[in-house]
């Protein structure tokens, strides 16, 4: 089945530590997102990539980190420096050829809890 | 810079009552989509529609339906007969083109509809 897998679908992390949270598509979409949630934030986007090799940033980069070496694959990384990570993580894709843009496609999301 | 409002945090209503979600959007874009998503306890948003901003024409899909009026900025979302399935945030989002042809969804905050049998 085509989609968006993201994994785990819960994660821990003790303070000070740095944590990859999985998003891989098999809809061959060349944009992905990730998004973070809090209760009563809406969703609030990190980094975007709309090709290999590309990202930018979002509103809330600073302490996290992303790479894009294959389309299909788009983790994010929690670093320490991330002051407040505990959060519902959201990965999304959609197909965005240059000036036309198309819904986005999310995954079930993983939910970081620092301990 | 976009901005999405959804001025109604919780709504709770009978079942079988009808029930609109307001969605108030502000962008400079002259083109622009607008879409609404639902969230169930599971987490997962599910895409429910796109909108582009040439095309105002309402929408009907079963039980729901949408008014998109560009006069006032508004992209409501109408469901009829409530049934407790629809018991779920819904996320209205708009999309403008942030430069070079990229495009960033911007997200209201919300919406969590209960329904109550």
């Known amino acids: 089945d085509g989609g968006i897998t993201q994994s785990p679908k819960y994660l821990f992390r003790k303070e000070g530590q740095n944590v990859t949270l999985s998003c891989e598509q098999n809809l061959n979409h060349d944009a992905m997102y990730w998004y973070r949630q809090d209760p009563g934030q809406g969703l609030r986007l990190i980094y975007y990539s709309q090709i290999v090799n590309d990202f930018q940033k979002g509103d809330i980069a600073e302490g996290y980190s992303v790479s894009r070496e294959k389309k299909e694959s788009f983790p994010l990384t929690v670093t320490s420096a991330q002051k407040n990570p505990t959060a519902f993580y959201l990965c999304?894709?959609?197909?965005?050829?240059?000036?036309?843009?198309?819904?986005?496609?999310f995954g079930q999301g993983t939910r970081l809890t620092v301990v | 810079a976009q901005k999405v409002t959804q001025a109604q945090t919780e709504i709770s209503v009978v079942e079988k009552e009808d029930v609109t979600l307001d969605c108030v959007y502000e962008?400079?874009?002259?083109?622009?989509?607008l879409f609404w998503y639902k969230q169930p306890p599971s987490g997962e948003l599910v895409f429910l529609i796109r909108r582009n901003s040439f095309d105002e024409q309402n929408e009907i899909s079963g039980r729901y339906s949408w008014n998109f009026q560009k006069s006032t900025s508004s992209f409501n979302f109408t469901i009829t007969a409530s049934q407790v399935v629809d018991s779920a945030v819904y996320f209205c989002?708009?999309?403008?083109?942030?430069?070079?042809?990229?495009?960033?969804?911007?997200f209201g905050k919300g919406t969590k509809l209960s329904v109550i049998p």
């Open positions: 999304a894709s959609s197909f965005s050829p240059r000036g036309v843009n198309t819904e986005a496609f």
């Open positions: 962008t400079r874009d002259t083109t622009y989509y």
């Open positions: 989002a708009l999309s403008g083109d942030s430069g070079a042809g990229s495009y960033q969804l911007t």
